[in-house]
């Protein structure tokens, strides 16, 4: 049976994966990260934590520099945050604001780099969407398997495109115990 699943269905999740595992260092993630730290370090303070919100994608494709954030104003951003993001727009937007204040000098590139932001944060959302698309028919695959309910229910082990989640466990690899530590052994008498 063991034996079945790796032919039919483990090259299949393992493609899957793989993709997700070469995103993993996610390019437009870091390209986003770096040119915010270039332009303007401390927004980047501020959006990066949140980076992969759809909220703040939504903010970066639509305004791409911080001249065209600080135009939009605070009441134009609450408006365009609140719907993907109801708890932390007028926070978020109160921060935004304030790394804005932080810096008083404009660097040269920041209106080129306007240019590339909003492709950015539009590409990441892409892999985003993606990520969710994938994560849904892997999870299919797994269901439809007569032990999914056993790789489900292994601690740790979960279904997704993710390194570690239940396309490891299809591996068939046999479970091991954890070592038990000395100081609960017996020892011979």
């Given amino acids: 049976m063991w034996e079945r699943l790796r032919r039919q269905r483990l090259p299949l999740i393992q493609v899957r994966t793989g993709s997700a595992r070469r995103r993993i260092g996610n390019p437009p993630a870091n390209r986003l990260h770096g040119l915010l730290t270039q332009i303007h370090p401390s927004l980047e303070r501020v959006l990066g934590p949140w980076l992969q919100h759809p909220a703040v994608l939504t903010l970066l494709e639509r305004f791409g520099s911080p001249a065209q954030i600080r ?55 892409a892999v985003l969407d993606q990520r969710k698309l994938l994560a849904g028919r892997i999870e299919e695959l797994v269901e439809v398997h007569s032990l999914a309910k056993v790789f489900t229910s292994m601690p740790g082990v979960g279904v997704g495109p993710e390194p570690g989640s239940s396309s490891r466990s299809a591996t068939a690899a046999p479970f091991r115990p954890p070592a038990t530590s000395p100081s609960t052994q017996t020892s011979p008498r």
Avoid: N, Y
């Fill in 71 to 125: 135009k939009a104003g605070c009441r134009r951003l609450v408006t365009l945050l609140r719907p993907k993001a109801p708890r932390i727009a007028e926070r978020l937007v109160d921060e935004i604001f304030t790394a804005l204040d932080e810096q008083s000098v404009t660097i040269p590139g920041t209106e080129a780099a306007a240019l590339v932001v909003p492709g950015l944060a539009a590409s990441l959302m």
